[in-house]
């Protein structure tokens, strides 16, 4: 089961604009949430996490808002830049688990057009 | 090196040969994960080592993968008798682990073909 969904495998925003991706998660038991970024044949690159704790955390152009009762977090880069354009994803963990295990989303295709 | 490092960078393999994937992480992160990623899909986790111990196996998917890691750095996924389904690009990230959560940074990957 997928517990980490990102339901938008795309999105494409103008350059200068506002791009928000989407992410939900079944399990209550997550309590770290994190964004990554990744180019082709590259790793992912960390961006910004938010801890269960909080609402939002704000990172230069990156923020991250996490409402817990509807488990949905959502990533907002403003202004968008051509050089964000990467696959996004969307991590969960758990500190029940015992260790950092990162539970992945499938991606988001962000595409910034000049 | 200042990152995550992963070797080989690509393997194409035959169908029932073993292969060897290496990892060597930021010095000093003693939390190790290998994850991988298969074609349209999201990562998914494999192992988890702190220190030389691997206290979660639970994503390994068969018996036919095994992971080892020698004096708290450098570490190595295994692949037996290897299947076309094995096919992906394996994911290295390490992170410190002092009981809160750390960012975990990754390697640049290991793509491996079975034909």
């Known amino acids: 089961d997928q517990q980490v969904k990102q339901n938008s495998p795309s999105l494409s925003v103008q350059e200068g604009r506002i791009s928000i991706l989407n992410c939900d998660y079944t399990?209550?038991?997550?309590?770290?949430f994190l964004w990554y970024k990744k180019y082709p044949a590259e790793g992912p690159t960390f961006l910004i996490s938010?801890?269960?704790?909080?609402d939002k955390n704000e990172d230069g152009r990156f923020t991250v808002f996490l409402n817990k009762s509807a488990k949905h977090l959502s990533l907002h880069i403003v202004p968008s830049q051509p050089g964000d354009s990467a696959v996004y994803f969307c991590a969960a963990s758990a500190r029940v688990f015992g260790n950092e295990k990162l539970t992945f989303g499938t991606g988001t295709r962000l595409t910034i057009i000049p | 090196g200042a990152g995550v490092s992963q070797s080989p960078s690509n393997k194409v393999t035959e169908k029932g040969k073993d292969v060897e994937l290496r990892c060597d992480p930021i010095s000093g992160h003693t939390a190790l994960y290998w994850y991988r990623q298969r074609l349209g899909q999201g990562l998914e986790f494999l192992i988890y080592f702190q220190g030389n111990s691997a206290p979660d196996k639970s994503g390994l998917p068969s018996d036919r993968f095994s992971a080892e890691r020698t004096g708290e750095s450098v570490s190595t996924l295994t692949i037996q008798r290897t299947q076309q389904e094995d096919s992906a690009v394996y994911l290295c990230?390490?992170?410190?682990?002092?009981?809160?959560?750390?960012?975990?940074?990754f390697g640049p990957g290991t793509r491996l073909l079975v034909l």
């Open positions: 938010i801890s269960s704790i909080k």
């Open positions: 399990n209550s038991m997550f309590d770290y």
């Open positions: 990230a390490s992170s410190f682990f002092r009981g809160v959560q750390e960012t975990q940074y």
